[in-house]
């Protein structure tokens, strides 16, 4: 089908979806290095929630690596492939289920077990660090998104970053408290807190639905 676009349209929506591009390769550099630290601290303390969300900054890196990937064939094709989109936004979905699914049993398991984590200081030092970054990265995103017209793949890997934000913080307030206070359940109970909200973002990534986020 031939572009409609004028030469000027064109050229801005390339801008702009090389733009996209480089904020995923940005999110899966930062999170990998994110995601090793917090799963190598978490496990050292014994802490669910540090470990799980470790995890889901590795699944965040692997999903803006899916996203990455359907730019770039936008570049070269010139167009949009939206079966390929969609299914593409589906398994980001799976991985939101993925995540739910390790800290609820990992959770369940600590709580029955009664095993005690113990504090770590480089943990809460990295959560503060995202809880800073992520919402710069998000934003950053969600402009790209908008100013494509509303683009799908760009406002889902917003939202993916959106929710690392609301984990950063929902994670660095479990912890926080769990060392003041001593509390082992505070930790699980910060883990089923970033299940409810990996499962809720995945039935939204799953419909298409993440583009409903604020600007």
């Known amino acids: 089908m031939p572009d409609a676009r004028t030469p000027g349209e064109v050229a801005a929506t390339d801008r702009l979806t090389r733009r996209g591009l480089r904020l995923t390769q940005l999110t899966v550099a930062y999170n990998l290095v994110e995601g090793a630290i917090a799963i190598s601290a978490g496990l ?49 979905a799976v991985t939101f289920f993925l995540l739910a699914t390790y800290v ?28 800073v970054t992520m919402p710069l990265l998000a ?24 929710l690392c934000m609301a984990l950063s913080i929902t994670t660095l307030a479990g912890l ?12 699980p109970l910060a883990g089923f807190v970033i299940a409810g909200f990996a499962i809720k973002e995945g039935l939204e990534a799953w419909e298409g639905e993440l583009v409903e986020l604020p600007d």
């Open 44 to 92: 050292a303390a014994g802490l669910v929630s540090l470990v799980g969300f470790g995890l889901d900054s590795a699944i965040e890196s692997a999903s803006a690596v899916l996203v990455g990937l359907r730019l770039a064939a936008r570049l070269r094709d010139g167009q949009p492939d939206e079966a390929k989109e969609r299914w593409t936004l589906k398994a980001v």
């Open 176 to 187: 926080g408290l769990f060392a003041l206070t001593g509390a082992a359940w505070l930790d």
């Open 104 to 131: 609820i049993v990992e959770g369940t398991r600590n709580l029955i077990g009664g095993e005690k984590p113990t504090t770590s200081a480089v943990g809460l030092v990295l959560l503060v660090v995202s809880a």
């Open 139 to 162: 934003w950053a995103k969600r402009r790209v998104g908008h100013a494509l017209g509303g683009d799908r793949l760009i406002l889902a890997d917003a939202a993916e970053t959106q």
